[in-house]
C-alpha cells in the first residue's frame, strides 16, 4: 500500500490572485504619482537640495555613489529610530528627570551624554535600562548605544562633537 503525499503548495483562488493584482497596481501607480510629483517639482526648481541631489546620484548611474547615499540615509533613519526608542523609554515610560541630554552619531553607533542631578540613582537606572532597550533594538543592526552618566556638581561641560537635545518637561 502506498501513501499519497499531500501537497503542501496553497493553490490561489482568482478572487486572491485578483487581491495582489490590485495591490500591484495601486503600489506602482502611487509610486509613479510620486516620480511624477518628482519630476514636476525638479523641472520647476521647487525640489529640496537634497530631493535633487538623490536624482543627479541616480541620473548619474555612479553605484558606488548610490550604495553610499543608501548608506548615509538609513544610518539617519537608524540613529534616529534609536534615539526615539530611548527617549520614549526615558521619559515617556520611566518618567526621568534629565538636566541634559547630549548625542554624539558615529557610524556604527550613537554616544550619550547625560547630566542628571546628584545622587539620583533613579534617573541613573533608568537611563542604564533605556539603554538596554534601545541596543536590544539597534543591535539587529550592527548599531550600539553608549551613555556617559555624570552628575550636576561634577561640573563637566558636555564635549563639544554632542549635540544637545531640548527636553521639554513630562
Known sequence: MML???????????????VLHDDYDKWFTCFISHLKSDQIQLSSGLASPEKKEFYEIVMSNNIEKMINTIDKEKHRLLTETVILTYINELINERKTAICNLAFDSKS????IWAVINDDDELAERNLILSEAKANYYAQKYNYHLSTTIVEKSDNFEIPSQYKQMKIGKF
Open 4 to 18: 499519497k503525499e499531500k501537497s503542501t503548495t496553497k493553490k490561489i483562488s482568482y478572487k486572491e490572485e485578483d
Open 108 to 111: 556604527t553607533g550613537l554616544k
